[in-house]
């Protein structure tokens, strides 16, 4: 995770994503309230603000979504709130 953020502040989104990805596959989500959940949860957000960053809308949506189910308490909702949101049909 901070050899992730390293390259998210150096806008190599990438190899930003890389580092989050693999910072994800030493965790379980573990139940709510535990350390693992929340750092899943942190590193989630930050893959999102990665995929954000590189305008890739769909990825940064799904993983924010993710930090959100996990509980993580500190979204950047800033960033996912810019995000279009789905079309509600009219007359439904």
Not at 42 to 54: D, K, S
Not at 63 to 77: I, P, R
């Amino acid at each position: 995770n901070t050899m992730g953020m390293l390259m998210l502040h150096r806008g190599q989104y990438a190899c930003a994503i890389r580092n989050f990805m693999a910072a994800l596959k030493t965790l379980k989500k573990g139940k709510a309230g535990s350390d693992d959940r929340y750092f899943y949860g942190e590193v989630c957000n930050n893959c999102a603000v990665a995929y954000f960053e590189r305008r890739d809308e769909e990825s940064a949506k799904e993983w924010f979504e993710k930090a959100l189910d996990a509980g993580y308490g500190h979204v950047d909702m800033r960033l996912y709130d810019l995000l279009p949101k789905a079309s509600i049909p009219q007359g439904g």
